[in-house]
């Protein structure tokens, strides 16, 4: 089968590897698409959970082609997606029912082989059905809901709760539609691009503000005209280490800070212990997923959660790398392969 191969960080191509044999309770995907999101940045640059040798890719969606012999749920032929994390079970958080914790974490296309690749090898137990209605390309976006799902748990919104976010890219977008549904009273986006705040629009976001990177007090005066009095949640969905920081600037006593985009490893924050003490912020980090598959699934059947407009670019296994390279450039919004 051809798949994209890294054998070490920046370097990859397209191999012909061997087809996978299921296991007794394994089965075997036919990939029809898997997308390219920021994760997979820092897997190209080697870091986030990145193993070599490595065919990546953790957003995919297929037809079943074979089954164990122990499997009796599915049948080659039947339209899914799967949960691309496989946990231990053993470990003491797995043992304390805390499974995104498992200290033996693997994911598929992280640290696994995943759906950059003709045929995928997946443990019957994390498949999942998906209906003739969603489309394979828009089932990709079930890695990226669960994990939005997981972000809405850990954020826990109360009914009305002022919410503002920095980030529009496709989980900011994924992750709004999801708080607004969890019960977030006014929300406040806030992007450099006005094409993705434009999608936000069309799904019935109001208050949306265009970030200006060469002047930010432009869009902090923008943004305090709105609420004046601060956000009960403020959000950092775009991994940039200086707009998380930024989030200071918004909050009142008791707000919450939220850091849901993927900053780099050795970034880092000036913050004052004291503020946080006195102010009683609560400060929060939302990493993957485990479990959330089925809730995403949910949203995304019942086109709660919308991620049509999400799509940028389709291309084929053999322009991964250019792919890659429109994402890096900050040239779409996502990035569909076709193995």
């Not at 084929?316 to 450039?329: A, C, N, V």
Request: proline share 5%; with cysteine.
């Amino acid at each position: 089968m051809r798949a994209i191969q890294y054998t070490a960080a920046r370097q990859f191509s397209v191999a012909e590897l061997e087809k996978p044999v299921p296991g007794p309770y394994q089965v075997v995907i036919r990939v029809k698409a898997c997308g390219i999101c920021k994760t997979d940045l820092t897997i190209h640059d080697g870091s986030f959970l990145a193993r070599f040798p490595l065919v990546n890719g953790h957003e995919f969606a297929g037809v079943i082609d074979s089954v164990g012999s122990e499997v009796t749920e599915w049948k080659a032929g039947d339209r899914v997606t799967a949960d691309n994390t496989e946990l231990c079970g053993y470990c003491e958080a797995c043992r304390r029912d805390e499974p995104l914790y498992c200290e033996n974490f693997n994911s598929h296309g992280c640290n696994m082989p995943g759906g950059f690749a003709e045929y995928v090898l997946i443990n019957h137990d994390k498949v999942f059905a998906i209906s003739d209605q969603l489309s394979f390309e828009e089932a990709t976006f079930t890695e990226p809901t669960a994990c939005a799902v997981h972000g809405v748990d850990r954020i826990a919104p109360r009914f009305g709760d002022s919410i503002l976010m920095f980030g529009a890219g496709p989980t900011g977008i994924i992750l709004a539609q999801l708080l607004r549904r969890a019960g977030g009273g006014r929300m406040v986006i806030a992007d450099p691009h006005q094409e993705k705040l434009d999608i936000l629009r069309k799904y019935g976001f109001t208050d949306l503000v265009v970030m200006d990177k060469s002047d930010p007090s432009k869009h902090t005066e923008a943004i305090k005209a709105l609420q004046p009095k601060g956000f009960d949640i403020v959000i950092d969905a775009t991994g940039a280490a200086s707009v998380f920081a930024g989030c200071f600037n918004f909050v009142h006593m008791g707000s919450k800070i939220v850091s849901y985009g993927v900053c780099a490893a050795d970034a880092r924050v000036p913050v004052s212990p004291y503020e946080i003490f006195s102010q009683e912020y609560t400060i929060l980090g939302s990493f993957a997923q485990t479990h959330c598959f089925g809730r995403a699934l949910e949203y995304l059947e019942s086109g709660a959660v919308q991620v049509k407009e999400l799509i940028s670019h389709e291309l084929p296994l053999e322009e991964y790398g250019q792919g890659l390279q429109l994402i890096m450039d900050k040239k779409a919004r996502k990035v569909i392969i076709r193995p």
